[in-house]
């Protein structure tokens, strides 16, 4: 069974920061997707990454994948009040469904 | 904007109870999962559908839990009798694998039925 670690759990910042948060994967896995999911709300898609290596760019958020396709990590940029929420991240081992992190639940204060 | 729903939203009902949380998934998509999420055990896979057929429900209780696609355009979970740890958010999600690939490309979530069981 693929598990996947997130790190870290808990984060408070305030606005205007920047900040890393990192998923590890146990084993390889053939895509990555990260979400983010606000209370009351299911999670909502930001990326998917198939190949190692790869870097993705959404407005402020980079997505880094490892070249080993065992981590990866999401980097904010100037971090806004909007940005709070809890960030999942999901991999798929040519499988025909997602397994998912335990999260990182982001605070950014105004 | 197509999205995928769940009925109720809420839902709090008393332990023996019958509960049963309803899901329409994008259409047009093939695949419909059901995920629990708690705060101690983070968002896990109960069990999911491709073409109406179960593929998967290995991290479902059997003996309480329950789930169906009647049609194409719904699928239903049931927990009878419920328990109080049961109680968490339930969220559907729906995909689509297409032919002759390697498998699912992305899914979609629901806003999830928050279910208390006292």
């Known amino acids: 069974t693929q598990l996947l670690e997130q790190s870290p759990q808990f984060l408070s910042i305030q606005e205007g920061e920047n900040l890393t948060v990192y998923c590890n994967s146990s084993?390889?896995?053939?895509?990555l997707q990260w979400y983010r999911q606000e209370p009351g709300e299911g999670p909502v898609l930001l990326v998917t990454?198939?190949?190692?290596?790869e870097v993705k760019k959404l407005k402020r958020l980079t997505f880094q994948f490892g070249d080993a396709r065992k981590d990866s990590s999401l980097h904010i940029t100037a971090a806004q009040p909007g940005d709070t929420g809890l960030y999942l991240c999901?991999?798929?081992?040519?499988?025909?469904?997602?397994?998912f992190g335990p999260g990182t639940r982001l605070s950014v204060l105004p | 904007d197509a999205r995928v729903t769940q009925t109720p939203r809420d839902k709090v009902t008393e332990m023996g109870q019958e509960v049963t949380m309803r899901c329409q998934p994008i259409?047009?998509?093939?695949?419909v999962f059901w995920y629990r999420q708690t705060m101690m055990q983070g968002l896990e896979l109960l069990a999911y559908?491709?073409?109406?057929?179960?593929?998967?429900d290995s991290g479902m209780p059997k003996d309480r839990f329950s789930a169906e696609m009647p049609d194409a355009t719904l699928a239903t979970l049931k927990i009878q009798p419920s328990e109080p740890r049961d109680s968490a958010v339930y969220f559907c999600?729906?995909?689509?694998?297409?032919?002759?690939?390697?498998?699912?490309?992305?899914?979609?979530f629901g806003p999830g039925t928050r279910l208390l069981v006292l």
């Open positions: 999600a729906s995909g689509l694998v297409r032919d002759g690939t390697s498998g699912l490309e992305t899914q979609y």
């Open positions: 084993s390889v896995f053939s895509s």
């Open positions: 990454v198939v190949t190692g290596g």
């Open positions: 999901a991999c798929n081992n040519y499988g025909q469904n997602f397994v």
């Open positions: 259409l047009g998509h093939n695949t």
């Open positions: 559908f491709r073409n109406r057929a179960p593929l998967d």
